[in-house]
């Protein structure tokens, strides 16, 4: 494929994008991100679902660009918190906060609850839009359990809070690669593979 837009103006994400579609085979000579379109006005994001603000994302970026754009909307949910942060996970602590605001905030909604209880999800939908065009929507999640404190350095988000039982550490504890290969956002883009092949 040769030019491909991300929807997002996150370095972090970009850069995981990348190594997960070249590990899916899709293989795109130039990856662009929303700060490469001058003038570029993102859309609110008011949908009610991952799938709805994923495919808002990527039908605007497309209709501004002119390029087939690709839009992810991800996010935690816990269990306890009947499904929250959910669609707000990136603005948990409010509109002006970051990542470690965020983490705090659940740290301490999660205070009272005990092992056993703390079940939560990784949850990540993918939107692939054509200017003018279709746009093809897939949706995938990860379980996992929220941790009592953070551990790990690596990821991002709530990256360190997310334990994996089955690995034993929390996302942020395993090295890229691993990551890249059974993350939300892995499975999720995986499941486009073939939308992303035809464009090639």
Known sequence: MRKLLIATGNAHKIEEIRAILAGCGVFVEELLCLKDIPGYQAPEEDGDSFQANAALKARAAAESSGLPALADDSGLTVEALDGAPGIYSA?????????????????????QIPAGQRQAAFVC??????????????????????AFSESGAGGF???????????????????????????????ALEMLRDALLVLE
């Open 91 to 111: 603005r948990y602590a409010g509109e002006a906060q970051d990542d470690a605001a965020n983490r705090k905030k659940l740290l301490s909604a999660m205070e």
């Open 125 to 146: 939908a993918v939107a692939l839009a054509m200017p003018g065009g279709e746009c093809v929507l897939r949706e995938a999640c990860v379980p996992g359990e929220i």
């Open 157 to 187: 988000g709530y990256d360190s809070l997310f334990y994996l039982p089955q690995q034993g550490k929390t996302m942020a504890q395993l090295p890229q690669a691993e990551k890249n290969g059974l993350s939300h956002r892995a499975l």
